[in-house]
RNA sequence: UGGGAGAUAGUUUAAUCGGCAGAACAGUGGACUUUGGAUCCAUCGGUCCUGGUUCGAGUCCAGGUCUCCCAGCCA
């Protein structure tokens, strides 16, 4: 976990928290387990976007091998041309890439090996390990058992030899029909392990896959292909998820059987995050049902999505680093991810003015036509990013949540009669409110006390609030989507009987403000770049902004002690 | 009710051979402040249960409880 002396700095070996998987490694290390050597590799399937959690995997497997002086291979698992699309593997490759990891030339995929795994299948047949199984996908899933009942032996199971050797062949060269038969490793079908009941090898799809086109109608289950690919690559730990925990007897066996280098699989806890899903299934589904605009909406938990809100890759790098790797099921707290985007960005973000909800303000004793150029801190964190002018005139436009005509306790910005500071420029006091017809607050008259200008009053008088502010003639208009969780629910995939995750939707999820007042030096800024606006949270560029509208999505709020004490208030 | 895995503050985790249960996030209170931000200080709070071994148990032993995963020709 996060460790006080190095939590602004990018962490080493050395500092980063160690991990059961790290120990083992180690261990491996001062035994002399493969030669001293550690190689990785990330095996992604085609079949979606990255998200969050793959984050978590990614780093696991990239920074491990690196701290051990290793290197991680980019994997795509492809062995389902139903599934997989070339879209896909464009989207990860830059996606990891995005995050700051690199796998050299070592960029690799499963169907690379198709040829060698055919000869391997054979290799099987003839030890009389595996068989080519007629039996219909009911019948198989019949013969299985269940849980608690053993499974019962194919009658194909004792095919010969020669038998099986032919019969694979055809079902190469395409003689059969998809379902008509699969090959199956020849095991134990009363193994209290399912995965040990004769797996299947190899399925019949007669389907063009992305990379190998039409060269095969047989492609190669997971638990076929995966082991034997780590073996080929030279993988020496083969990091994964729980949920293969009871593969790995399987993973052993073939590579056991085939008497090739044989990688240490282990297996921990994936992440998921309060408040979002993190399923495969169930993104895809957001995406088609349009619940979201896209993979790269910025309420998806997708890197894609993470990037369009703002969040920084290094600070989702930190983020993966810190959470546990452990084999206990988890869920973070959305919390920790926004203190981590929070902390790089407080850092590293430009500060701007930025007015979302405007509120005329005329200063009464400013003269009509004067200008005057303040000078503002960029980054109050980085001297060395400088200052800027923003422009100071008579008319301006300050927030409504900063003016209360009654204002309760402890409520301290602006209000009849009470004097505030305006960033970087004047003391200004409230001496006036207009409404219109219904009684709403449309415009303050003020004054101003130009005797504190740059913010300091020399007679030494304090106020208690510093308000942000635009120019309403230097002004630019904007558009801010604030973003809120996509689900109401902390655990979204906990439904109830006639329940489904989205009916946890949050209708606010979204919320874009129109016309929001930003001030004049954002002119111009290129979509991703990220700013502070002051008192009010991140704020990144959308690749919808255009020169005559900026579009701004929120990445995430600054803290706000006056929302929470409200909210005790109103409780 | 077969097999596999797991359980330490609200959350995520640390704890060498059995030797003072330590952090971070969240919460609370305060200091400071030209962002009610940031920073700083303080504070709250924990070993799934029941026994046993031991001078001493989160750790070892026995029994129990709860949670997750597995019956795709998905990965």
Known sequence: MPNPDTQKTPETADTRPSNFIRDIIAGHMDAQRFGGKVHTRFPPEPNGYLHIGHAKSIAVNFETAADYGGKCNLRFDDTNPIKEE??????????????????????????????????WAVQLVKQGKAY?????????????GTLTEPGKDSPYRNRSVEENLDLLERMRKGEFKEGECVLRAKIDMESPNINLRDPVMYRILHAAHHRTGDKWCIYPTYDWAHGQSDS????????????????????????????????????????NLSYTVLSKRKLIRLVQEGRVAGWDDPRMPTISGMRRRGYPPAAIRTFANHVGVTKTNTVIELQLLEYFIRQHLNLHALRKMAVLKPLRVVIENYPEDQVEEMDAINNPEDEAAGTRKVPFSRVLYIEQDDFMEDPPKKFYRLAPGREVRLRNAYFVTCTDVIKDEDGNVVELRCTYDPATRGGDSPDGRKVKATLHWVSAAHALEAEVRLYDTLFTKENPNETGEGEDFTDF?????LVVLEKCYIEPSLAGAEPGSRFQFERQGYFCVDPDSRDEKLVFNRTVPLKDTWAKLKKKQNK
């Open 232 to 271: 080929i690559e030279g993988i020496t730990h083969s990091i994964c998820t729980l949920e293969f925990e009871d593969h790995r007897p399987l993973y052993d066996w073939y590579l056991n059987q085939l008497g090739v280098h044989h990688p240490q699989q282990i297996e921990f806890a994936r992440l």
């Open 505 to 509: 939707i949050n209708p606010e999820s």
């Open 86 to 119: 070339q879209e896909y593997i464009d989207a990860i490759i830059q996606d990891i890439r995005w995050l700051g990891y690199d796998w050299e030339d070592r960029l690799f995929y499963a169907s690379d090996y198709f040829d060698q795994l055919y000869e």
């Open 132 to 144: 080519v199984d007629h039996l219909s996908p009911e019948e198989i899933r019949e013969y299985r």
